[in-house]
């Protein structure tokens, strides 16, 4: 079982909680991204166990009236095996999708992945059009050159500031500098598409900034949020009229995903800490 101090940030270890939770959430505006938790398998049986995991998620979404979808990570289901595993398991995962009208996000993992995760993006957009969507990360110093060469794909673009700890070579490591650079890839994608912009961010400058160029371009876009973070401001948005996704991990892999949290901000395990406690 999972314990109170880390259900904050995971929806539960099975698909049927993660259903729950995704209902939970719609009631409030809140439309649903599940991603089931797991990463970086070099054994192709653990990657095509996850496959069949999706399409099983993917088959329960479409058998309820949920605003919810699926996200996957490229290690999850092979990169790390061989690009053309992944190329295959990712296609045969939204063809299924595809089939029964659901949407799936790619996440986007180390840089030594990013070509291989865009060529697939590209190849799969143009085949089933505006059904996926790509996280890009704004900092790797590439990421403009990136965000030029699929600005006209059919296919939805989660711009983040990026998660990953990358060599100072290719990566901006400067918070400011990579905040900087998040604003202008936000610009850059509100200002060239009319559609499938995806703010992943919990920074309030960022989102305003993203409700700001909305207006101001006509864009359709979407703010996206983490289960477990900023929660009332994802709610608030909603009833605002924005268009809102939580992106809610599940499975049993839990543990490192919440310890991930844990480091990333510590204010994190106050706030768990003090909502088991009640106060
Ligand atoms: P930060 O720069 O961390 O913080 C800026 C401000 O936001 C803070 O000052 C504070 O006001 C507010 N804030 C941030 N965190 C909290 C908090 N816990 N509680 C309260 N306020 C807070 N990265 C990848 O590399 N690949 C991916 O595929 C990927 N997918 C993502 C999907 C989603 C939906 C989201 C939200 C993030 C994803 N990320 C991904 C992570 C992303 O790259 C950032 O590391 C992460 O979102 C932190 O940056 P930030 O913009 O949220 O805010």
């Known amino acids: 079982m999972i314990p109170p101090i880390a259900r904050r940030f995971v929806a539960g270890e099975s698909a049927a909680e993660a259903l729950d939770h995704a209902r939970t959430y719609n009631e409030d505006g809140v439309r649903m991204i599940l991603n089931l938790l797991g990463e970086h398998y070099d054994d192709p049986v653990d990657a095509r166990a996850d496959?069949?995991?999706?399409?099983?998620?993917?088959?329960?979404i479409a058998g309820t009236d949920l605003d919810a979808c699926v996200s996957v990570k490229p290690s999850q289901i092979g990169i790390d095996v061989s690009e053309d595993l992944f190329q295959e398991h990712y296609r045969e995962i939204v063809a299924?999708?595809?089939?029964?009208?659901?949407?799936?996000?790619?996440?986007?993992?180390?840089?030594?992945?990013?070509?291989?995760?865009?060529?697939?993006?590209?190849?799969?957009?143009?085949?089933?059009?505006?059904?996926?969507?790509q996280c890009i990360q704004s900092n790797l110093k590439r990421t403009r050159e990136d965000l030029k060469r699929v600005v006209d794909v059919p296919g939805k673009i989660r711009i983040v500031k990026g998660a990953y700890d990358e060599d100072p070579e290719i990566a901006y490591k400067n918070k400011a500098r990579v905040d900087e650079a998040y604003r202008a890839d936000i610009e850059f994608l509100f200002e060239h598409r009319e559609r499938g912009v995806a703010i992943g961010s919990h920074d309030p400058e960022m989102v305003s900034l993203a409700t700001?160029?909305?207006?101001?371009?006509?864009?359709?876009y979407e703010v996206q949020m983490l289960m477990g973070v900023r929660e009332d401001a994802q709610r608030d948005l909603a009833a605002q009229g924005v268009e809102v996704w939580q992106y809610a991990p599940y499975g049993d892999k839990w543990l490192s995903y919440f310890w991930r949290r844990v480091r990333e901000r510590k204010e994190n395990v106050l706030f768990a800490v003090r909502a088991v406690l009640g106060r």
């Open 212 to 220: 700001r160029l909305g207006d101001e371009f006509g864009t359709d």
């Open 96 to 133: 299924y999708a595809h089939e029964r009208d659901q949407f799936v996000w790619c996440d986007m993992e180390d840089a030594d992945t990013t070509d291989a995760t865009l060529d697939v993006f590209e190849a799969v957009a143009e085949d089933y059009p505006w059904a996926v969507g």
């Open 51 to 60: 496959v069949d995991a999706y399409k099983d998620l993917i088959d329960d």
